[in-house]
C-alpha cells in the first residue's frame, strides 16, 4: 500500500500545508484557531511541511531540523482544547479538499489525523470558565 506521501509526492504534501494556513486565514469559523498564531504564517508553512512529511511516511525533514517529532513542547504555550482541536481538523478537511485529494486519501487520513491533533490537545475545556471564588461563603 501506498504511503500517504508517495500518495501526494512532495509538492503535493507542500500544497497541502500552503492550503491549510490560507484557509487558516481566511475561514470565519476558525477565528479562535488563527488568533493563536502569529500574523507571518509563512514560516509555519514550512514547519508543517517539514512535520507532515516525515508523519506522511516520507522524509524526517522536520525531526532532522529539530531533533525531535514530539508536538507536546511547541504546543504547551497554547490552550488548546477541543474546539482549537475541531478547528484545526476543519482546516486540514478543507485544504484536503482544495487540493483536491481522494476521497481514499481522506479516508486513509481521517483517523490517524484526528489522533494526533487529540494529542496535541492539552485542556479537556477550550476557554476559562469563570470561578466563583464566593461559593463557599455564599453556600
Ligand atoms: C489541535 C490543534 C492545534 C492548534 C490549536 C495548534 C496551534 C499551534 C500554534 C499556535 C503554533 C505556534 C505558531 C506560531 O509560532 O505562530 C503551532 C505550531 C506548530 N504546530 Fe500546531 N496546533 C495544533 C495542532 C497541530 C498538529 C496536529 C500538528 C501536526 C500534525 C501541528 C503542527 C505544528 C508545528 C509543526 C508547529 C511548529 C512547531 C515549531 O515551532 O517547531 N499542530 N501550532
Not at 18 to 33: G, P, S, W
Request: hydrophobic share 35%; charged share 25%.
Amino acid at each position: 500500500m501506498k504511503t500517504p506521501y508517495e500518495i501526494l509526492g512532495e509538492d503535493g504534501v507542500q500544497n497541502l500545508c500552503n492550503a491549510f494556513y490560507e484557509i487558516m486565514d481566511e475561514e470565519e469559523t476558525v477565528k479562535v484557531l488563527r488568533a493563536m498564531h502569529a500574523a507571518d504564517l509563512e514560516p509555519m508553512k514550512t514547519k508543517l511541511f517539514e512535520y507532515l512529511s516525515g508523519w506522511m511516511g516520507g522524509p524526517q525533514l522536520y525531526s532532522q531540523h529539530y531533533g525531535t517529532v514530539c508536538m507536546t513542547t511547541p504546543h504547551k504555550p497554547y490552550r488548546i482544547g477541543p474546539k482549537e482541536r475541531d478547528q484545526w481538523l476543519l482546516c486540514m478537511d478543507k485544504a484536503l479538499e482544495r487540493i483536491g485529494a481522494s476521497s481514499k486519501l481522506k479516508t486513509m487520513l481521517k483517523d490517524p489525523m484526528f489522533r494526533v491533533a487529540d494529542a496535541v490537545k492539552n485542556h479537556h475545556c477550550s476557554e476559562h470558565t469563570p470561578k466563583n471564588d464566593n461559593l463557599i461563603a455564599t453556600g
